[in-house]
C-alpha cells in the first residue's frame, strides 16, 4: 500500500480543480478519487472522505506505475493541521499551492459554500458581517459540514498559511503559482508544475475552463449531490474496490445536469474598502514571502 508523492494544498477557488483535471489526463500521473479526500485535515473533521489509514491508501491502488502520485485537498493549507500530518507521514512531499487575491477568494469561497449548501447566507456582504460570531460557533447552519469554512476573513490569510507551511516543508519541496497568471496563460502554469514533479510534458495543448462559478437548478437534487450521507459514500468506495471500478460518475453527472453558470457579484464601494484595510497586513506578508508586488490587489479591479 503506498501514500502520494505530491499534494496540490490549496488554496480552494484558485484553479486546484481544474490543474488537478489536468493532471489526471496526463498518462504518467496519478490522481485518486474523490479529488479531496482530506484526510489529513483532522481539525476539518466534516471534509474527510476517509478517516483511516488503510482506506486512505486505498485511493492510490495501482498508482506504482506513474512517475508522480497526488491528490488534491484545498483546505489543508488552511488546516492548522494537515501540513504537519503530510510531513509526518510523507516527509519527501512535493506541495503545490495556489494563490489569489483574498478579496476575491473570499467572495468565490461564499459562492461555493452556498453550492455545496455549507451555507445559507445568499448575501455575500451579510455572511461576511457574521464571521465574528461563526468564529464563536453561532449562527452556523446545522447542514454545514465544518463552519470554518465560512470564516471568510480566516480562509483567505494566504500569507499566514504559507508561512506556516514553510515552517513544517523545506522550500525545495514547496512550489507556489498565482491563481491570475494561471488564468492568463493555463499552459504555462501546467507545465510549470510538471517540471516540478519530474513528470515530462504531455504535450497538452488545451486547456478548457473547469469548476467555474455556478448555481443550483434545484435545491432538492443539490442536497443529495453536495450533502450525499458519508456512510452511502463508503459504500459506493467498497464496492467500487471489490468490483476493480475507478468510479462510478453518478454525482457528477447530476451535478453537471443541475448547476449552470453564475454571475459574479460585484463589492459594494465601502465593503471592498473595508476588506482591502483588513487583508493589507497579510498581502504584504504574502508579498514578502514570494517576491511578487502585490499593489493591485489592494487597488479598485477587485
Known amino acids: 500500500m503506498m ?26 500521473v496519478f490522481m485518486c478519487h474523490p479529488k479531496e479526500p482530506h484526510y489529513f485535515a483532522m481539525d476539518i473533521p466534516g471534509y474527510r472522505c476517509v478517516d483511516n489509514l488503510r482506506d486512505y491508501q486505498s485511493l492510490f491502488q495501482g498508482a506504482p506505475d506513474y512517475f508522480a502520485t497526488g491528490e488534491a485537498s484545498v483546505f489543508y493549507l488552511y488546516s492548522e493541521v494537515a501540513i504537519a500530518e503530510i510531513r509526518k507521514n510523507v516527509p519527501s512531499a512535493r506541495l503545490v499551492v495556489m494563490l489569489r487575491n483574498p478579496l476575491e477568494l473570499a467572495v468565490a469561497m461564499h459562492a461555493q459554500a452556498l453550492l455545496s449548501r455549507d451555507e445559507n447566507v445568499t448575501n455575500f ?3 461576511w458581517d457574521l464571521c465574528s460570531e461563526r468564529r464563536s460557533g453561532r449562527k452556523v447552519p446545522g447542514h454545514c459540514r465544518d463552519g470554518k469554512i465560512l470564516l471568510y476573513d480566516r480562509l483567505p490569510l494566504l500569507g499566514h498559511q504559507l508561512t506556516r507551511l514553510l515552517s513544517i516543508f523545506p522550500k525545495t519541496q514547496v512550489r507556489w503559482w498565482f491563481y491570475e497568471d494561471f488564468v492568463r496563460d493555463p ?16 504535450g497538452r495543448r488545451e486547456f478548457p475552463h473547469i469548476n467555474a462559478r455556478r448555481r443550483a437548478r434545484s435545491q432538492i437534487l443539490a442536497q443529495f449531490t453536495q450533502k450525499t450521507p458519508k456512510i452511502l459514500l463508503r459504500t459506493a468506495m467498497q464496492l467500487k474496490r471489490h468490483l ?51 499593489d493591485h490587489w489592494l487597488g479598485d479591479s477587485v
Open 3 to 28: 501514500l502520494p508523492d505530491f499534494f496540490i494544498v490549496g488554496a480552494p477557488k484558485c484553479g486546484t480543480t481544474a490543474i488537478s483535471e489536468y493532471l489526471r489526463s496526463h498518462p504518467r
Open 244 to 294: 476493480g471500478i475507478p468510479r462510478w460518475g453518478v454525482r457528477a453527472a447530476l451535478r453537471r445536469a443541475n448547476f449552470v453558470p453564475a454571475p459574479k457579484p460585484a463589492l459594494p464601494p465601502p465593503l471592498q474598502a473595508e476588506m482591502q484595510a483588513y487583508f493589507a497586513p497579510d498581502i504584504r506578508l504574502l508579498e514578502a514571502i514570494t517576491g511578487r508586488n502585490l
Open 187 to 202: 499552459g504555462s502554469t501546467y507545465r510549470e508544475i510538471l517540471d516540478f514533479l519530474a513528470v515530462p510534458d504531455d
Open 125 to 127: 456582504a451579510q455572511a
